[in-house]
């Protein structure tokens, strides 16, 4: 059974994010003073002592957004309202009953939804006293709080627990597995997300840069729930216009470290930039299991072959050699499916316990090479013994005569050879290097 859902609706710039972000305990939704941050649903399961409810933020109710993306705002938030149990209808203090929060109180009575009207930024006495006059937007008298300074907020912690106690108290089922969705501005992440997940849950445009929180969207296939993470489309750092952009950047490599599998998205039909490699490089250095998909594809398949593109990622991205490739058409919903299949055989085999007698033997293998180390620094690199530490990445231990021997490239080698012998050949591995005392 699904859990209860909490919609937070209101005009722009009434404090709906931090309301989102204090009442989850956690930065999640982007809070800065320019109207209409959020256009998508943002949500956040959050536990009032063991009562489980979905958190959604939304867009402003009346935005006029820069992108022309307005339309698609506002049907994110009738999506929102249709799905909730709840309203939070936040309303400023500051500025009073404003004809848009007339408009979005009509709304909310035709959708017969249960309300609690939040007068935010409630700092004083006397900005509590004003709140009288929201009663006459027909919820009663308005709960004063304040996001950024925590005022009431148990109060309407209890409110919200208090609303939904007619409904069964539900936990959440653990996820099997989170999967992030990166890449550059208009690679068809959020074309992919929907694709995945079986309905329009995030906005797809042409405007680029479209996406700018990291939206967690959870979905259940074949009777497992799991995660996947629409990120901000990266671009180069001296081209990002503001915090919002540089925010959007942060959340998208925070989505990365938090991720247990990565869909790193590539637009068949431009060439590998510098942000793409860059991405690859923080992939590579988080020891993420990674998958390539290469999307547009119908728009490139009459001029390369999949070898041929796979050969050219090679040289380009070095680093994610190992990766595996999906060429995918997400307007089509092409391929979506077998790049499930493959996130979830990425995720088992970062899972995996590498049996003893298998290690040790690959150990012994890899000492007999005696390939690679810095010689320079007056010395043979020499690996006495190893063992297995940690899963997800699988991280292997090895006592060694001085760590200061083994640069990089015999890290890569050692790495690409480990793969192959332990039978692990798509995901990283991460070595960790002790002397023996």
């Known amino acids: 059974m699904a859990l209860p859902v909490v919609a937070i609706i209101g005009r722009p710039n009434v404090g709906k994010s931090s309301l989102l972000n204090a009442l989850a305990g956690r930065m999640i939704s982007i809070v800065e003073p320019t109207a209409g941050v959020t256009r998508d649903r943002v949500s956040a399961i959050v536990d009032a002592d063991d009562r489980f409810f979905e958190l959604v933020d939304m867009g402003g109710y009346g935005i006029v957004d820069s992108d022309a993306l307005s339309e698609h705002v506002e049907n994110q938030i009738h999506q929102g309202i249709a799905a909730a149990n709840l309203a939070l209808f936040v309303v400023d203090v500051r500025e009073g009953v404003m004809s848009l929060d007339v ?11 249960r309300v609690i009207l939040v007068a935010n930024k409630c700092d004083s006495a006397r900005q509590s006293a004003q709140a009288g006059e929201f009663s006459r937007l027909g919820f009663g008298e308005a709960l004063c709080v304040s996001a950024t300074n925590r005022v009431n907020q148990t109060v309407l912690m209890e409110r919200i627990v208090g609303e939904l106690e007619h409904l069964p108290a539900e936990t959440p089922e653990k996820e099997v597995m989170k999967i992030a969705l990166v890449g550059k501005r208009n690679a068809g992440k959020s074309t992919l997300i929907n694709a995945i997940c079986g309905q329009d849950r995030v906005i797809v445009s042409e405007i680029p840069g479209t996406t700018r929180d990291a939206v967690d969207v959870r ?37 990365i470290t938090r991720a247990d599998v990565i869909l790193f998205l590539i637009d068949s039909t431009l060439k590998v930039s510098q942000i793409d490699k860059k991405l690859a490089r923080f992939i590579e250095d988080e020891y993420k299991p990674c998958i390539i998909v290469i ?19 090679g ?14 058409t997400a307007t089509e919903g092409k391929n979506v499916q077998s790049v499930l299949d493959l996130a979830a055989e990425l995720f088992k085999q970062a899972s995996t316990r590498i049996p003893t007698p298998m290690l040790n ?21 020499r690996i006495y013994y190893g063992t297995q530490v940690a899963v997800r990445p ?22 690409g050879r480990l793969r192959e012998w332990l039978d692990i050949q798509e995901v990283p591995i991460r070595l960790l290097l002790r002397a023996r005392r």
């Open 361 to 381: 033997k690959a150990i012994e293998r890899l000492s007999a090479e005696r390939v690679g180390g810095s010689r320079k620094k007056g010395g043979n690199p």
């Open 103 to 113: 408009t979005i109180a009509q709304l909310l009575r035709k959708s017969g939804l």
């Open 394 to 415: 699988i991280s292997l231990l090895l006592f060694v005569n001085r760590p200061e021997l083994f640069d990089e490239p015999f890290e890569r080698f050692a790495t």
């Open 315 to 328: 040289e380009v991205l070095p680093g994610l050699r190992h990766v595996p490739i999906a060429f995918t």
């Open 295 to 313: 999307n547009k594809w119908d728009l490139a398949k009459d001029f390369a072959d999949t070898e041929d593109y796979s050969d050219y990622l």
């Open 219 to 255: 979905f259940e296939k074949d009777g497992k729930v799991f995660v996947a993470i629409d990120t901000a489309g990266v671009r180069k750092k001296g081209k990002m216009s503001g915090d919002i952009e540089f925010y959007s950047y942060v959340r998208a490599t925070r989505s």
